[in-house]
């Protein structure tokens, strides 16, 4: 019985335990139905819920477009970058190639600078040599005019005359020259030094001089000694000029000696002619084919020439230096042929006129062009 009751109380307690352990398993459960209940939205909140819901899909969809566009365009902007990128690169090379070329550049132009400088300072030299050479040979041109006739001696000894006298450059080859001979002739000198300018006008210089020397100190009177006087003491001063060929320079003239009380001209003339227009006509005396000077082959007296003048002959000596002119349409030499026509064609006019024509006919026919030679023309009226 004790036994029975033991056992009865013991099964009681713990049936009683477990329904204890039952109800707080209960109480558990419905505080967790609670839960679930409060935290479970009604109907109403879930429809509300589903309509948020596929809002917020809608706008995570455009999201996600624009998530993608931006990646895209992310894409081509990282694209473009790498293309800056290689551009700012190509950039800076280009930029270091323009440096290097501007630094260049400004050595350069330093240089062209201190050249220009160096250019001027030479270009003030010249000028200054230039004014000093030509100062020089002004001079000189003074020395030569001084030497050559003067106007007085001519009007004094000579009827009515003209000299056309141009000199391609300041001073000539090409001179004229006179004096008074003892005989009372009047001797008349047209020549043509070798070469012209500055070279030219100092072989004149010694021309002159052996011309004078052979009429004043030696007294020689015909036209062909005084040449061949003058040829001697040219060749004897030459000798020495350092050449191999030794004096080959001299002169080609005609020298005239003029006697108007007997109206007679004696005349010598070394490969210049002399031409005499008389009556609409052209009276031409040729020339000894050899220069006032050293030649080839064999010196030869030179020839004694006389003619008998008559009232209005007009006397002509001149030098090479008009008929070889270049001009004209075709650049060509004006040659003597057309010279002697032009002066036959106005022979017959005023010596002032003459010398116009002549000269404004060698201008238009030279024109542009260079003057080749020394001009000389000499015109007596008898």
């Known amino acids: 019985m004790v036994a029975a009751v033991c056992v009865y109380y013991f099964s009681r307690a713990k049936y009683n335990s477990t329904i204890d352990s039952l109800i707080t398993e209960k109480n558990r459960l419905q505080d967790s ?31 996600w477009a624009m ?95 003209f000299v056309l006298f141009q000199p ?32 030219g006008a100092i072989m004149s210089i010694l021309n002159i001089s052996c011309l004078s020397e052979a009429i004043n100190a030696q007294q020689l009177l015909l036209p062909n000694q005084i040449l061949d006087y003058t040829r001697q003491r040219i060749m004897e001063h030459m000798a020495n000029d350092g050449s191999e060929e030794g004096g080959k320079d001299g002169m080609d003239a005609v020298i005239c000696n003029f006697d108007f009380t007997h109206n007679t001209l004696q005349f010598a003339a070394a490969n210049n002619p002399l031409w005499v227009f008389r009556n609409n006509e052209l009276l031409e005396f040729k020339p000894d084919k050899m220069p006032i000077g050293k030649a080839m082959g064999e010196i030869k007296p030179f020839t ?21 002119q270049f001009g004209g349409e075709k650049g060509k030499k004006f040659m003597y042929k057309p010279l002697k026509e032009l002066i036959l064609s106005i022979s017959n006019a005023s010596l002032l006129d003459i010398k116009q024509e002549l000269y404004t006919t060698f201008e238009n026919w030279k024109g542009t062009a260079e003057q080749v030679d020394d001009v000389l023309i000499i015109g007596v009226r008898v």
């Open 304 to 324: 004694l020439q006389e003619i008998q003048l008559q009232k209005n002959d007009l006397v002509i000596m001149l030098t090479d230096g008009y008929a070889d």
């Open 168 to 199: 391609k450059d300041i001073v000539s080859g090409d001179f004229y020259w006179a004096s008074a001979l003892r005989n009372n002739q009047f001797s008349v000198i047209a020549a043509d030094s070798t070469g012209h300018g500055v070279p």
């Open 67 to 161: 998530s993608e566009t931006v990646h895209k365009e992310r894409k081509k902007v990282d694209e473009q970058n790498e293309i800056l990128v290689t551009e700012k690169e190509k950039l800076e090379v280009d930029k270091k190639k323009l440096d290097e070329k501007v630094k260049k550049l400004w050595a350069q132009s330093v240089s062209i600078h201190k050249e220009k400088e160096r250019i001027n300072e030479l270009k003030l030299e010249i000028e200054h040599k230039h004014q000093e050479i030509l100062d020089s040979v002004n001079y000189a041109k003074r020395i030569q005019r001084a030497l050559l006739a003067s106007k007085k001696m001519l009007n004094d000894h000579l009827p009515e005359h």
């Open 33 to 63: 139905l609670n839960e679930l209940k409060l935290s479970m939205p009604s109907v109403q909140d879930s429809e509300q819920a589903a309509i948020e819901k596929k809002k917020m899909e809608e706008k995570n969809r455009k999201l």
